[in-house]
């Protein structure tokens, strides 16, 4: 039972335009939220995260949106750059961290 | 500052070996973690650790055992190795904040 959904397990976007990237969730008990970025061979590291009681947290180029009545976190990348290309995980935070299964991004030069 | 270390890298078992998986962070943090990353699956807790000389089980626990007896070092023991624990397995510690760091992770493969 995955509690944490990233349905897309792709995208592709040109160099340039907006990524967005999707995760929706179930259990109303979390009360915090990250996205996580991870290259080949490597582990994940922690990109932007957002509490519960916002919707919305930026850092750059990076926005993360919370809309709590649908249980949808969205992150937006602008502009997408060919190096944002990466497997991106949405986690989610009750009293363990659930992640999704991870959309893997291309961005095309 | 090496961050999270997991040794090994890869390892190649057979059904019924034993092996230890070790985890080093040298950032000082409290909680340590152990995940397998499968496809289509995500990340998914094994074990964590709070402190010191603290375990507990997360989602999927069975099959493994852990052991944090120094603060910077978190081991996860698979006693008899059996093909489902096939996987990419990630170690992770945090200090307060939610944010986790995560190791390069080790690639096991049991046949």
């Known amino acids: 039972d995955q509690q944490v959904k990233q349905n897309s397990p792709s995208l592709s976007v040109q160099e340039g335009r907006i990524s967005i990237l999707n995760c929706d969730y179930t259990?109303?008990?979390?009360?915090?939220f990250l996205w996580y970025k991870k290259y080949p061979a490597e582990g994940p590291t922690f990109l932007i995260s957002?509490?519960?009681?916002?919707d919305k947290n930026e850092d750059g180029r990076f926005t993360v949106f919370l809309n709590k009545s649908a249980k949808h976190l969205s992150l937006h990348i602008v502009p997408s750059q060919p190096g944002d290309s990466a497997v991106y995980f949405c986690?989610?935070?009750?009293?363990?961290?659930?992640f999704g299964a991870g959309t893997r991004l291309t961005v095309k030069p | 500052n090496a961050g999270v270390t997991q040794t090994p890298k890869f390892r190649v078992l057979k059904t019924g070996q034993s092996m230890t998986l070790l985890c080093a962070q040298d950032?000082?943090?409290?909680?340590m973690y152990w995940y397998r990353q499968d496809p289509g699956m995500g990340l998914r807790l094994i074990h964590y650790?709070?402190?010191?000389?603290?375990?507990a089980k997360g989602e999927v626990p069975d099959g493994y055992n852990v052991s944090r007896l120094k603060k910077q070092n978190f081991l996860l023991g698979l006693e008899s190795a059996a093909p489902s624990q096939t996987s990419v397995y990630f170690c992770?510690?945090?200090?307060?904040?939610?944010?986790?760091?995560f190791g390069p992770g080790t690639r096991l493969t049991v046949t």
């Open positions: 992770a510690s945090r200090l307060s904040s939610y944010e986790q760091y």
């Open positions: 259990n109303s008990m979390f009360d915090y």
């Open positions: 957002i509490s519960s009681i916002k």
């Open positions: 986690a989610a935070r009750d009293n363990d961290m659930r």
């Open positions: 950032m000082n943090h409290e909680y």
């Open positions: 650790s709070v402190g010191e000389g603290t375990t």
